[in-house]
């Protein structure tokens, strides 16, 4: 996830990186990717709506640590579910 910050030139924080590391400390490894790939989905669908609605434009900066936030509360509720429902595929 370190590579994110460099690539992604500022898109994503120090603070962001090290709440990802806090939550990959408390959930384990299956979980945290769980919450990185939750938490882009939902701030990408969020800041599509401000788009769309013309509240934000593309250059526009959004804060990530809510979208990680929830990401971290559909796993901690709703994880054992969604894992279920994607190995299901295989």
């Known amino acids: 996830?370190?590579?994110?910050?460099?690539?992604?030139?500022?898109?994503?924080?120090?603070?962001?990186?090290?709440?990802?590391?806090?939550l990959g400390l408390a959930f384990g490894y299956i979980d945290i990717l769980l919450i990185f790939?939750?938490?882009?989905?939902?701030?990408a669908l969020i800041s599509l709506g401000l788009i769309i609605t013309k509240k934000a434009d593309r250059k526009s900066e959004i804060p990530f640590g809510p979208h990680i936030s929830f990401a971290t509360l559909t796993v901690l509720f709703f994880g054992e579910q969604i894992k279920i429902w994607y190995l299901s595929f295989f």
């Open 1 to 22: 996830m370190v590579i994110i910050i460099f690539v992604s030139n500022g898109g994503m924080g120090a603070g962001d990186m090290k709440y990802y590391t806090l």
């Open 37 to 43: 790939f939750l938490s882009i989905l939902y701030g």
